[in-house]
């Protein structure tokens, strides 16, 4: 009696597995299906996007390994922890801080999204050693680890794209050798499983060997540098659908800034901007952005914006073509005129971005003094093209 | 009452259990001793003179006293840096006068006050602690009641915020939460004084794992002997056979979790209090900075309690709870299997569960949480509880509180009712699987060393230590070893005439870096040319940390050559690589005595537990009980001592691979400088089998002298203890280094390297090899033929 008990609860659950797997329905992945998809209407200087979000009430950022909210109600900016004894030290028990997610000044691994209503962010572990992607409320609680460890390794090496989240791992093999996978893992099941779809080798000594990557439509290009060589990367392509992997170019690319109009905006040899259309296949010199290089030597770029719409580009300018502790930063069009220069901070990490808020244009920046100073600067995209430069400073309490 | 005496005497009558008992705690109090002597840094007694000093002052003059005197102190440290010369005084004057300025002061004047120690380098160091350890706790002082008193404006502002100000959010909810926590307590009054002792208890969540392991044993005396034997259905029919029995079991077992907890964790409270001091104990627990979160109302000595009463309750639920589980899935063998998976789990939700994760609850409602006293009153948080924030403390009591008394409830319940789940698997599968009462000698002898004879806990506990020792995090070089080492890596490889112009060539760069700089012409302003002598002296400094690295790898360049002029093609490898490898000291020969005086409490027994019960002759009486029994036994132990070595072995291997990768395996011996003046030919790679193979073979050896030692002392706790002693003096020979001794002890095969120090011949290893593996072979023969015949 007791074993036909047991055959039928087994026969039951069988049953219940099976009838359930033949009402799932393969996921059917659209360009709509992903509302948070790569913006591809602004590139920005140094990597292709800065973590930060925008929602009604303000604004998302990570800032130092820190997790911020600028509020744009109050014109406050506050880490994202709402623990009353909090000091939100960075010196000591950082940990403790419900704001720190990683100890990257430049914030380059960061990654941060929001999704419906929940917040995607890179955050380091407790023990400070490896990466994690983790889906928080909007308020910063109820906190989920969806990936235990993904590498940061730069802005680009998380993206959200047509239903899937992609991301890499650096690992080591039984053989000893290192390798860098990228992988995507459908939104719905992150964590659960996930597919490689590139792995390369990287030497021991090289923190990595994929540089950028960008899903593009059906299309994953990313490039590749050979462990130990200090000569241009290769640019590759992953096809999703024949999932065949093809090299675009040999020795060309240096980093991938980003999509504008469905083309890729390449950095490569000496310094020359690229253009590659996925559509003919052809790279074709981005002859306006070349020629602002060409004609204003004594400017070297370290922060920068192309935006489809307005064309913008933010160059820091030094006179003698080193980093300067306070460069200017100067809006030109493209034809290369100086519309205003900005007040705000003009360091290389802290590359402009255009958001919309609110039914509004903005160019969002990190405010003056980047690093000892929290504030965000917010200008209207209009002012800036009349030449008018007057921040709305969202600042620290 | 007499029930639970019973019960306590069934425990105490097994000796082998009661000395791992008394060992684990003996490790476990070692290891935190020797883990909090980093703390110890702090002179007491000078720190108890300044405090009585500052306490007579005003609390603003204190302050400031203390700020000046800090000061001082660091400009004599800088002034010593700095050095005697022009520049380097310029330099001090420029960097530092602003400093004295403060005081009203000129630097000379200032400095001249703590004149007395310029000289005293360890005396201004001590004092110099001291006063930076008070000055931060009398700016803690100062900085707890601004704390205290902003709290509601600082919940204000929270609220306000747009993502926070939700009123049914679980933030804005917890911050309420907090402000009311934190008023009710009001602002305690803080006292300075002595904490490093505070900092280091309460945060051992290690050690209750083992409580937990400990507690295991004693549930598989308390509740499987008799079931296995079979007396517990005839126990049932006496007159307090169910209720009585069964509360008199799980008394027994609580009290046993308790006690060992008692030992482990009241004992580090008193090393703590030894070594480090507490202060006054009377102070608020808010006194110590790192409570400064804490909401409840607590005395330090309160907290030092606690920090024993928390671990206490965390046992108590376990032993509870295992009560139930060995009584109602019967079998000891599927009841050790979920304790061990509810641990696990325990831990892994402890230890990865995020604070704020929307299932926090799992984390703060946890064994091992429950008994982390150090960030249970350290860190302020809030169980999120369907958006309510919970306080995570009484949560926890009370959660405890249940789990104790339904552990209680059901294990005397389904033990009177004799309910319980007797799970059974297919016959088929049994068959094979089928480890108790099987009459295979070998299948025997397995469970008799891993239950029995607690295999299982020794390779536990092995595993534990094996963790303990790989090294975890990077590798960090200090600057002048980082210099060294790629320095050495430029000329690694075999050594050649060229490699002495190799020096001349890096001595003539260095020459070359050293002559720039700035000269009297150079027109600079008077703050450049301060800027210009400091980057000078910084380069200076630089040249003169390469020259010494240099230096370094000369001498033992010199050393190699030594080697070379015997006709050995010796290769160059770092010291950085050789070293962690090729150990030096008695750290690897420790490590083994140590894993054989664990090995002692399993393998001692395999033979003396028959003699120990009188079955020995009727074991010899059965058709295979001679030569079968013999070899199954001594398999047993050699499979049993092959994982304990394979433990003992892997984290160096571990280490080696992931952190001191050596490619120059082909290299002669005579490579690793400590080496240079063996005699012989032998490349490193030949080296390290010899040396693991002879380490292994030694290990046999020491193995089957216990098996041996047993059939001689015929009792368990005696073979325990003479085995102990005889392993003990035989390393004794070699870690004194008495030198023709030492290779005829067993013990020379964990000592080789020590032999190629000593500029012996690399043959000598062959034959120390050849005479441990016939040691080995005599043992067991010897052995072989006391019990056949």
């Not at chain 1, 021991?204 to 439509?217: A, G, H, I, M, T």
């Not at chain 2, 005081?103 to 110099?128: C, N, T, W």
Request: net charge negative; aromatic share 12%.
């Amino acid at each position: 009696m007791k074993r036909a008990t047991i055959i039928l609860i087994c026969i039951c659950i069988i049953l219940q597995q099976l009838l359930s797997s033949c009402g799932y329905r393969p996921e059917i992945l659209s360009e709509s299906d992903d509302i948070s998809d790569f913006n591809t209407t602004t590139v920005s200087w140094f990597s292709s996007r800065r973590p930060v979000v925008v929602t009604e009430d303000g604004l998302y950022y990570i800032m130092e390994g820190w997790l911020y909210f600028a509020d744009l109600n109050t014109y406050k900016v506050h880490p994202l922890c709402s623990k009353l004894g909090c000091n939100h030290e960075k010196e000591e028990f950082s940990y403790k801080c419900d704001a720190f997610v990683g100890t990257d000044p430049r914030s380059i691994g960061s990654f941060l999204e929001l999704r419906g209503n929940k917040l995607y962010v890179s955050c380091m572990n407790a023990e400070m050693n490896h990466c994690q992607l983790v889906e928080m409320k909007e308020d910063g609680s109820a906190r989920k680890v969806l990936i235990e460890d993904i590498s940061n390794i730069d802005i680009n090496s998380m993206m959200f794209h047509r239903g899937y989240f992609y991301y890499t791992t650096n690992e080591q093999k039984e053989n000893g050798k290192f390798v860098q996978q990228i992988r995507r893992t459908p939104i719905k099941k992150i964590g659960e499983s996930s597919e490689v779809l590139v792995e390369v080798d990287r030497s021991e000594k090289e923190f990595f060997s994929v540089l950028p990557f960008l899903p593009l439509n059906d299309s994953l290009f990313f490039t590749e540098q050979a462990p130990g060589e200090d000569t241009g990367a290769d640019l590759f392509q992953y096809d999703f659908i024949k999932k065949e992997k093809k090299v675009l170019a040999e020795s060309e690319a240096v980093n991938i800034y980003g999509a504008v109009d469905g083309h890729l905006i390449l950095l490569g040899k000496e310094g020359k901007h690229i253009e590659y259309s996925p559509e003919t296949g052809e790279f074709e010199e981005v002859v306006w952005l070349n020629k602002l290089h060409e004609e204003h030597l004594d400017w070297k770029c370290q922060a920068g914006c192309i935006n489809e719409d307005f064309a913008l580009m933010f160059i820091v300018t030094n006179t003698d073509g080193k980093l300067s502790l306070n460069p200017d930063l100067v809006v030109v069009n493209r034809e290369g005129n100086a519309l205003c220069e900005l007040v705000s901070s003009a360091h290389a990490w802290t590359s402009p971005q255009v958001l919309s808020i609110r039914g509004e244009k903005y160019l969002v920046i990190y405010g003056p003094n980047f690093g000892s100073n929290n504030t965000l600067d917010l200008y209207k995209v209009r002012d800036l093209m009349q030449g008018k430069a007057e921040p709305e400073r969202i600042q620290s309490n | 009452m007499k029930l639970l005496v019973y019960e306590f005497r069934k425990l105490l009558s097994k000796p082998v259990f009661l000395l791992l008992v008394f060992f684990m705690t003996a490790v476990l109090l070692v290891r935190f001793s020797m883990s909090i002597s980093e703390l110890d840094y702090v002179d007491r007694a000078l720190y108890e003179s300044v405090r009585k000093e500052m306490e007579a002052l005003p609390r603003e003059e204190a302050l400031l006293r203390l700020q000046r005197d800090r000061d001082g102190l660091m400009l004599v440290s800088f002034q010593k840096i700095y050095g005697d010369t022009e520049e380097g005084q310029v330099l001090f004057q420029h960097q530092f006068s602003e400093i004295a300025e403060q005081y009203g002061m000129s630097l000379e004047d200032f400095i001249s006050e703590y004149e007395a120690y310029v000289s005293d380098d360890e005396e201004r160091e001590k004092l110099q602690s001291v006063l930076n350890t008070l000055l931060e706790q009398y700016n803690y002082r100062e900085n707890y009641r601004e704390f205290i008193r902003e709290l509601p404006e600082r919940a204000e502002g929270l609220s306000a915020i747009s993502i926070f100000s939700y009123v049914s959010s679980f933030s804005n909810r917890s911050i309420q939460k907090s402000l009311r926590d934190y008023l009710s307590l009001g602002e305690a009054e803080i006292r300075p004084d002595y904490d490093q002792g505070v900092k280091a208890v309460g945060s051992d969540y290690v050690s209750i794992l083992f409580v937990f392991i400990l507690t295991l044993g004693a549930a598989v005396i308390l509740f499987s002997e008799e079931e296995e034997s079979g007396l517990m259905r005839l126990l049932q029919t006496t007159k307090r056979g169910r209720t009585e029995l069964a509360a008199a079991k799980w008394a027994a077992l609580l009290l046993c979790s308790i006690s060992f907890t008692l030992f482990i964790y009241g004992g580090e409270v008193v090393i703590a209090g030894i070594r480090l001091g507490f202060g006054d104990i009377t102070r608020s627990l808010q006194s110590v900075s790192d409570f400064r979160d804490c909401c409840y109302r607590l005395s330090v000595g309160g907290y030092l309690g606690m920090s024993i009463l928390l671990p206490m309750g965390s046992a108590a639920v376990f032993a509870s709870l295992m009560a139930f589980l060995f009584i109602f899935l019967k079998r000891p063998w599927i009841a050790a299997g979920a304790v061990a998976v509810f641990i696990g789990l325990n831990y892994l939700l402890y230890r990865f569960l995020s604070e704020n994760a929307a299932l926090n609850a799992l984390k703060f409602v946890n064994l091992f949480s429950l008994c982390d006293a150090y960030s249970r009153y350290s860190v302020y948080c809030n169980i999120n509880f369907f958006g309510i924030p919970v306080s995570v403390l009484p949560s926890s009591f009370l959660s405890g509180a249940v789990m104790l008394l339904a552990g209680a409830f059901f294990s005397v319940f389904c033990f009177s009712k004799g309910i319980g789940l007797r799970i059974t698997f297919p016959l088929s599968f049994r068959r094979k699987s089928r480890i108790r009462g099987s009459v295979r000698v070998f299948i025997q002898e397995h469970y008799r060393m891993y239950i029995g004879a607690f295999g299982i806990l020794v390779i536990a506990l092995m595993l534990f230590l094996g963790y303990r020792k790989t090294e975890q995090g990077e590798l960090l070089l200090s600057n002048a070893d980082y210099l060294y080492y790629t320095y050495g890596q430029e000329i690694a490889g075999e050594i050649t005439d060229d490699t002495a112009s190799w020096f001349l060539k890096k001595q003539e760069e260095l020459n070359l870096e050293a002559s720039g700089g700035i000269t009297e012409d150079t027109e600079l302003t008077e703050e450049e040319r301060t800027a210009a002598l400091f980057a000078a002296q910084m380069k200076a400094r630089e040249i003169e940390e390469k020259r010494r690295a240099l230096q370094r790898i000369q001498e033992e360049y010199i050393l190699l050559e030594t080697a070379r002029s015997r006709g050995i093609p010796v290769h160059y490898i770092s010291k950085i690589q050789t070293d962690p490898v090729f150990f030096e000291g008695n750290t690897y020969l420790l490590s083994a005595l140590l894993m054989f005086l664990i090995l002692c409490f399993s393998c001692a027994p395999t033979f003396s537990q028959d003699e120990e019960s009188g079955m020995g002759r009727l074991v010899h009486t059965s058709k295979y009980g001679r030569n079968r029994v013999f070899f199954s036994r001594y398999l047993t132990m050699l499979l049993f001592y092959s994982c304990a070595f394979l433990l003992f072995f892997l984290p160096y291997l571990y280490n080696w691979v992931r952190f001191y990768r050596m490619t120059d395996w082909g290299a002669p011996v005579q490579s690793v400088l400590r080496y240079v003046h063996a005699e012989g030919n032998m490349t490193l790679r030949g080296f390290s089998v010899l040396w693991i193979l002879g380490s292994y073979i030694s290990g046999t050896g020491f193995v089957f002298l216990m098996a041996l030692l047993s059939r001689v002392c015929r009792k368990n706790s005696t073979t325990m203890i003479v085995s102990a002693v005889v392993i003990a003096a035989d390393f004794l020979v070699n870690l004194l280094g008495f030198s023709v001794m030492s290779s005829l002890a067993l013990s020379s095969g964990f000592a080789v390297t020590e032999i190629l120090e000593r500029g012996g011949r690399t043959g000598i290893i062959l034959v120390i090899l050849f005479k441990n593996a016939g040691i080995t072979a005599a043992l067991m023969l010897l052995h072989r033929r006391v019990f056949t015949k």
